[in-house]
């Protein structure tokens, strides 16, 4: 599972990793500009971190 997010949601994506696969996520800022054009699933803003469990 992988999820992009800005950074006012990087914490809800953090704990949803966690409960749904109890281990510690990979969390990784995004820096690709086509990275960069990815919208938070959370809201419109810009992506920012990319959170997942593998």
Do not use: Q, R, W
């Amino acid at each position: 599972m992988k999820i992009i997010c800005c950074k006012e949601h990087a914490e809800l994506a953090i704990d949803i990793i966690v409960d749904e696969f109890e281990t510690a996520p990979v969390v990784e800022l995004l820096t690709g500009k086509g990275e960069l054009s990815t919208a938070c699933e959370y809201c419109d803003e810009p992506g920012a971190y990319k959170v997942s469990n593998i």
